[in-house]
């Protein structure tokens, strides 16, 4: 936002916004600790400490509140990946695949895990949580061409990228029960210069 | 089993045997269509056909029950993988990687993702699915390793397998909500082709 916009905004536009940012942090946060079941309008609500009504003027439904706070906590974390190579497409390609697969450990991929397989179950959540889904795919498949200097014009490029990011969601996913680090980097160190000998 | 064992079995042991199996199947595709919110020892008793007491004879919590089915079908999966391959080790890695990431679709995959994730926020059940977790990990590990004819005596071919197995977890993820089979087969197609050259 530039100082232009800042200054037309008034106190009452910013204390709004600041509202709806704590709602969305606490829906995330409640998500991952507790799971679909757990987490409601009114529990977020007091966990961000706002009140239920102000909750529902911002999220009028349950479905609202869960999928806005996923996205925007995956927009987040797409911009503060872009900020760590500043320059764009790196030589350094396993720091990039470093980096990709911590977006699937922590608390964003465990609460968008918990939207999924709710998801998978609830019919007034699913196409929200799909169509959710197809985008952040689309943009984190963009943004790891981009910093793998990957060039998706020869055969083969797009889908070793697409399962590059498969593989990451598959080690999310191992890290949920037990800390999997250990295995995970040695991992990671392997299938990054496997990537680099195939991206050439 | 051999002969000999079968005809030392009573009647009232096969009935036993066979309530037993049909609870735990019963148990796997209420949990992959309904959760684990959903997914009780009646709901599952009645869905087999079985007396709440029965159930409970064979299963005396709700735990016991689904730990137990999730562990029987992992098994069942095991015992039909090997099958296809009855010679072991193959040429056709394509073949056997295309086997190996079905293990990771399908109601199975569901059930067991419903348990982990259920796992991940109840204290009761999150000890015994990590330990079922670790002995269905390492035996799909040992099953792909022998599989794929790969040598875990050379530097990076074990991390190179483990990684396959994330991927595969990763596809599974990816196909809960949209049927994703014709993205997966290009990067199945592209993943097996760089694990023959890096396999050797």
Chains 1, 2 share one sequence.
Not at 10 to 24: E, G, I
Not at 139 to 159: C, F, K, N, Q, W
Not at 169 to 191: F, H, I, K, P, S
């Amino acid at each position: 936002m530039d100082r232009t916009e800042r200054t037309e905004r008034t106190p009452k536009q910013d204390r709004s916004r600041a509202t709806r940012q704590r709602l969305l942090e606490a829906a995330v946060s409640c998500l991952a600790e507790h799971g679909w079941a757990g987490s409601t309008v009114s529990v977020v609500a007091e966990r961000a400490g706002v009140s239920r009504g102000a909750a529902q003027h911002h999220f009028p439904t349950r479905e609202d509140l869960f999928t806005a706070a996923v996205e925007y906590v995956a927009e987040e974390r797409s911009t503060a990946l872009r900020a760590l190579f500043p320059q764009g497409a790196t030589g350094d390609r396993r720091a990039v695949v470093t980096a990709l697969v911590d977006l699937y450990t922590g608390p964003l991929f465990r609460a968008a895990l918990h939207l999924w397989v709710a998801a998978s179950n609830e019919d007034q959540l699913r196409p929200r949580v799909t169509e959710l889904e197809a985008h952040v795919g689309r943009e984190t498949h963009r943004i790891a061409v981009d910093l793998l200097g990957a060039d998706e014009s020869t055969p083969g490029v797009r889908e070793t990228v697409q399962g590059l990011l498969d593989m990451s969601r598959g080690l999310g996913l191992a890290n949920l029960l037990t800390n999997d680090t250990a295995r995970r980097e040695r991992v990671v160190a392997q299938w990054a210069t496997l990537l680099d000998q195939t991206l050439g």
